[in-house]
């Protein structure tokens, strides 16, 4: 597949395939890949993680071992790229919030916690769509 460009609505098609037909499945994480959009409100629970840019370079210096200027520009280089990704597939803007169900900024909260605070929203959501 080297060399080849992807048609994009090739590539959107497949995708809302993979993503409905795995949402159908329940009891499924799916990260990334704009399942919040191909969803929408009423099926899924849809999160957003953030945390500031100086969090994030410093999270990515431990865990790659990168130096500050190489996280730097892996968190740029990403960024962009989602940003792009969802704007060019769903017209829409990543960072508006109204296309989650929660946000939650990672800075000074755990995985723990996050999950805890996720699992009660869950909860919520599903109890309300009954």
Known sequence: MSGQAVDLADYAQHLYQVVLSMSQLGGVVLMGRGGSF???????FHMRVVCPRDKRIENLMKYKRLSAEDAAEAIEKSDVSRRKFVKEL?????????????VINSALIDVEEMVETAATAINAKTAKLV
């Open 90 to 102: 769903f017209d829409c803007s990543i960072d508006d919030p109204h296309h989650y169900d929660l």
């Open 38 to 44: 191909i969803l929408g409100p009423q099926r899924g």
